[in-house]
């Protein structure tokens, strides 16, 4: 069993800044990425950043230089750093775990930023 604990979602102000926290638990071995994704209403999920095992990171175009992935391999936790929040990334985010042949997902955590 693999167990994703998500934490550091709220509201903030446009222009703002906020990190989220992704904590995974339980029989996590060979990890391939860690990441996070986003879904806004009525929209897909999205991939936002995610990071390999040895640290090689890729970010959607629409968050790059604004939004840094981090890895605390000895915690298996993952960080999103989120600043100059806009509105338009409001969205609930998820934290996605991929081991070799499955991936998990965390219970979302609400990001809203207003205008």
């Known amino acids: 069993q693999v167990q994703l604990v998500e934490s550091g979602g709220g509201l903030v102000q446009a222009g703002g800044s906020l990190r989220l926290s992704c904590a995974a638990s339980?029989?996590?071995?060979?990890?391939?990425?860690m990441g996070w994704y986003r879904q806004a209403p009525g929209k897909q999920r999205d991939l936002v950043a995610r990071i390999s095992n040895n640290g090689n990171t890729d970010y959607a175009d629409s968050v790059k230089g604004r939004f840094t992935i981090s890895r605390d391999n000895a915690k298996n936790t993952v960080y999103l750093q989120m600043n100059s929040l806009k509105p338009e990334d409001t969205a609930v985010y998820y934290c996605?775990?991929?081991?070799?042949?499955?991936?998990?997902w965390g219970q979302g955590t609400q990001v809203t930023v207003s205008s």
């Open positions: 339980g029989s996590v071995f060979s990890i391939n990425f």
């Open positions: 996605r775990l991929d081991l070799p042949g499955h991936a998990y």
